[in-house]
């Protein structure tokens, strides 16, 4: 205040112009700072979203079936050929075992092998300690070729991201039952038996219309090949 000058018109001009350099400088900090911390929450925002993405979806491949096989079955189907050995390199692998060939669901069981690893390695990259830990545990006993259970880690994932949501917890009266790794569908093999037919659908079409063009070729030829009539005057 002791530099405010107000006697004079040169003055009075200093000062104000003094006032506004320090108002402008202290908005350029304020706004600096905004900016910043607005890009910091941007950034914690992207990745809690993509973590949670994440977890959702192997929530989804983990738990997804309440009925049924509800365990992982870490078998291979190199470990269901005849003897156990490895086909020679540059020829086709051995015949399976007459009980592996009768096996059910062998290639079903492959797929959710394959999907339960990929979201046990998905949360042991993004999981909390507690999800690590049994994913951790759950991957050891796939790889010790026994099967796992995978409730204990839906739990978990389950109660963690209702609570990220801010979702109210499960009733602790609800009992769910316990659930397993989701089973693959069929909807490629549907999608491919609906594009055969769209398929033949067309191919009976184009036959048709050809079988059409060709009608009325055949009927227009006795047309064309009528001599015209004559009149004659007498």
Do not use: C
Request: charged letters at 25%.
């Amino acid at each position: 205040m002791r530099n405010i000058d107000f006697s004079s018109w040169y003055g009075l001009l200093t000062t104000l112009l003094g006032l506004a350099l320090i108002t402008l400088i202290g908005m350029g900090i304020r706004l600096l700072m905004m900016f910043t911390i607005q890009q910091r929450r941007e950034r914690m925002n992207r990745q809690i979203n993509e973590r949670l993405r994440t977890l959702i979806a192997a929530y989804k491949a983990l738990g997804g079936s309440f009925t049924g096989i509800l365990t992982v079955d870490p078998t291979h189907l190199k470990q269901l050929r005849r003897d156990g050995e490895p086909a020679p390199e540059g020829e086709p692998g051995a015949p399976l075992s007459p009980a592996a060939e009768g096996t059910l669901g062998s290639d079903r069981s492959r797929r959710i092998r394959d999907a339960v690893e990929a979201a046990l390695s998905d949360i042991i990259l993004l999981g909390t300690e507690e999800q690590v830990r049994l994913a951790e545990r759950a991957a050891r006993e796939l790889v010790a070729g026994r099967p796992v259970h995978t409730h204990e880690l839906v739990v978990s994932l389950r109660a963690f991201i209702r609570e990220a949501l801010d979702l109210a917890p499960i009733p602790p009266d609800l009992e769910i039952p316990m659930q397993g790794p989701t089973r693959p569908s069929g909807a490629g093999a549907r999608d491919k038996g609906d594009r055969d037919k769209r398929g033949s659908g067309q191919g009976g079409g184009g036959m048709g219309g050809g079988a059409m063009a060709g009608g009325m070729g055949l009927g227009a030829d006795p047309v064309a090949d009528d001599p015209p009539s004559s009149s004659h005057t007498s």
